[in-house]
T-cell receptor, first 111, second 117 residues
Framework: GNSVTQMEGPVTLSEEAFLTINCTYT??????LFWYVQYPGEGLQLLLK?????DKGSNKGFEATYRKETTSFHLEKGSVQVSDSAVYFC??????????FGQGTILTVHP | GAVVSQHPSRVICKSGTSVKIECRSL??????MFWYRQFPKKSLMLMAT?????????EQGVEKDKFLINHASLTLSTLTVTSAHPEDSSFYIC?????????????FGPGTRLTVT
């Protein structure tokens, strides 16, 4: 079946540090890949997505590249801010719009 | 745009009672709504998919008689936890999507924390 594995958190960084959150997946067919973010007290929001191999999704300084050869979709940001503190979910989308989520990674950024 | 609300945000109920959670799309018509359950430090687990006017499709292992889902209109879906027990305590999240071009574009509600005592 389909599954998504994210790096264990929590991740704690200083402001302006480089961020990487690893995500790997197992799926049949050709899934789409997503990163969702959940800020404290809010619902999940789509951060970025990629629908086919070698696509790069980007938004708000975050980016992730769909790597079929390594079945990965790692999230990166060159310089994090305190306002980026949130929970980040990697997800895989297949037919009928169903999403399979990773377990989430808590990111805390200190000034 | 694309705001989804849930009500209540938190609920505490006694074992054996039933609890209803509402999920509303505030500024769009949602032909498909999804219900998830989230355990502490775990991923979101899809419970069921509901389309307006038809019966919900439940994921394997989810008891449809215990978790009643109704999608009566294009802006409202409800999840009723019947005869709740402490093991049903969890964080329940709904999402909604348009049916058209991108059903992957799910818009999530803020979640409902259910505690069964």
């Amino acid at each position: 079946g389909n599954s998504v594995t994210q790096m264990e958190g929590p991740v704690t960084l200083s402001e302006e540090a480089f961020l990487t959150i690893n995500c790997t997946y197992t799926a049949t067919g050709y899934p789409s890949l997503f990163w969702y973010v959940q800020y404290p007290g809010e619902g999940l929001q789509l951060l970025l997505k990629a629908t086919k191999a070698d696509d790069k999704g980007s938004n708000k300084g975050f980016e992730a590249t769909y790597r079929k050869e390594t079945t990965s979709f790692h999230l990166e940001k060159g310089s994090v801010q305190v306002s980026d503190s949130a929970v980040y979910f990697c997800a895989l989308g297949t037919s009928y719009g169903k999403l399979t989520f990773g377990q989430g990674t808590i990111l805390t950024v200190h000034p | 745009g694309a705001v989804v609300s849930q009500h209540p945000s938190r609920v505490i109920c006694k074992s054996g009672t039933s609890v209803k959670i509402e999920c509303r799309s505030l500024d769009f018509q949602a032909t498909t709504m999804f219900w998830y359950r989230q355990f502490p430090k775990k991923s979101l687990m899809l419970m069921a998919t509901s389309n307006e006017g038809s019966k919900a499709t439940y994921e394997q292992g989810v008891e449809k008689d215990k978790f009643l889902i109704n999608h009566a209109s294009l802006t409202l879906s409800t999840l009723t936890v019947t005869s709740a027990h402490p093991e049903d305590s969890s964080f329940y999240i709904c999402s909604a999507s348009f049916s058209s071009l991108s059903s992957y574009e799910q818009y999530f509600g803020p979640g409902t924390r259910l505690t069964v005592t």
